[in-house]
């Protein structure tokens, strides 16, 4: 079985397929890419089932040694790019592209000037262990293959079935830095727990990205908070990835792929699953503006 060598790796990169959904009745979350649509498209770049894995890096500092000869892709957030050969040589490699790798080739990738998690996938996918039938690991549970270390040696698998796709078309970049990335939300379920006025406090204003988000969800603060007229405790009950979790304070908590399966807040709206994936590429200080389509 051929490998990949982590020489490199900065903290919070870990592999991630399609998650584990059909727990959900036991307090288990599915998980998975938390941009889901980077990491479908590296697959299909390199020929890969869906369900193949892929590294998801934060901000792309990580450093990979091919330990044999190894079809990758990278997409994500963009980041620069550079392919070492055993000899000092390099060649840079363009982003979206399908690239091929000798072996003692590193494969070295910098921080992004947008967004937050690029997406590495080998042809036939990174065989680590799978548990409870994935390969991914959930920072909320702890559950999963543990993130990545320097020094881990990867298997790659099997999990390949096509033709590589050198002309994959990347989705629209996100906006430069201090433009707000637009996300476009489904009112509802429980939008009737907040004065009409919610509509102006989530839309017409900027929403900013606070530093404690991660995996589990982007936080979030603004100048007006939403306001609830239904003041009374909510039951806990089922979230879905995307949601908009109302807290006392007023500021919407957006979850992403390790949230919680139940909640006891209100959920004000629901983000589109395009939407989802761009709020996965924010970074803390990022701008939000919320688009309500329904």
Same mark, same amino acid.
């Given at each position: 079985?051929?490998?990949? =060598?982590?020489?490199?790796?900065?903290?919070?990169?870990?592999?991630? &397929?399609?998650?584990?959904? $059909?727990?959900?009745?036991?307090?288990? $979350?599915?998980?998975?890419?938390?941009?889901?649509?980077?990491?479908?498209? +590296?697959? /299909?770049?390199?020929?890969?089932?869906?369900?193949?894995?892929?590294?998801? +890096?934060?901000?792309?500092?990580?450093?990979?040694?091919?330990?044999?000869?190894?079809?990758?892709?990278?997409?994500?957030?963009?980041?620069?790019? &550079?392919?070492?050969?055993?000899?000092?040589?390099?060649?840079?490699?363009?982003?979206?592209?399908?690239?091929?790798?000798?072996? $003692?080739?590193?494969?070295?990738?910098?921080?992004?000037?947008?967004?937050? %998690?690029?997406?590495?996938?080998?042809?036939?996918?990174?065989?680590?262990? @799978?548990?409870?039938? @994935?390969?991914?690991?959930?920072?909320?549970?702890?559950?999963?293959?543990?993130?990545?270390?320097?020094?881990?040696?990867?298997?790659?698998?099997?999990?390949?079935?096509?033709?590589?796709?050198?002309?994959?078309?990347?989705?629209?970049?996100?906006? &430069?830095?201090?433009?707000?990335?637009?996300?476009?939300?489904?009112?509802?379920?429980?939008?009737?727990?907040? =004065?009409?006025?919610? /509509?102006?406090?989530?839309?017409?204003?900027?929403?900013?990205? =606070?530093?404690?988000?991660?995996?589990?969800?982007? /936080? =979030?603060?603004?100048?007006?908070?939403?306001? %609830?007229?239904?003041?009374?405790?909510?039951?806990?009950?089922?979230?879905?990835?995307?949601?908009?979790?109302?807290?006392?304070?007023?500021?919407?908590?957006?979850?992403?792929?390790?949230?919680?399966?139940?909640?006891?807040?209100?959920?004000?709206?629901?983000?589109?699953?395009? +939407?989802? &994936?761009?709020?996965?590429?924010?970074?803390?200080?990022?701008?939000?503006?919320?688009?309500?389509?329904?």
């Amino acid at each position: 079985m051929s490998t990949v =060598t982590v020489m490199q790796v900065g903290p919070g990169s870990s592999i991630q &397929d399609l998650g584990r959904p $059909g727990f959900s009745d036991m307090g288990l $979350g599915a998980a998975g890419a938390a941009d889901r649509g980077a990491a479908a498209l +590296a697959n /299909r770049m390199v020929g890969n089932r869906p369900e193949a894995a892929v590294l998801e +890096a934060l901000l792309a500092s990580v450093t990979l040694r091919a330990d044999a000869h190894v079809v990758a892709a990278v997409t994500g957030a963009p980041c620069p790019a &550079d392919i070492v050969r055993p000899d000092g040589r390099v060649r840079g490699a363009a982003p979206y592209a399908v690239l091929t790798l000798a072996p $003692g080739d590193e494969l070295r990738l910098g921080m992004p000037d947008t967004g937050l %998690r690029s997406y590495v996938a080998v042809r036939g996918g990174f065989a680590v262990e @799978s548990v409870l039938g @994935s390969r991914s690991w959930d920072s909320l549970a702890r559950l999963g293959p543990a993130p990545l270390a320097a020094g881990d040696v990867v298997p790659v698998g099997t999990d390949a079935d096509g033709w590589p796709v050198v002309d994959a078309v990347p989705p629209p970049p996100l906006p &430069d830095p201090g433009v707000p990335v637009v996300l476009d939300v489904v009112a509802g379920p429980r939008d009737d727990w907040f =004065t009409p006025e919610w /509509r102006a406090a989530l839309t017409d204003q900027v929403h900013r990205v =606070t530093p404690d988000s991660d995996r589990v969800g982007v /936080r =979030t603060t603004a100048d007006r908070p939403l306001v %609830r007229v239904i003041t009374e405790e909510l039951p806990s009950e089922g979230v879905e990835t995307g949601s908009l979790q109302v807290p006392p304070e007023g500021h919407p908590v957006l979850f992403l792929a390790d949230h919680p399966v139940t909640g006891g807040y209100p959920v004000v709206a629901v983000l589109t699953p395009t +939407a989802v &994936d761009r709020a996965a590429q924010l970074r803390p200080g990022d701008a939000i503006r919320y688009r309500l389509t329904a």
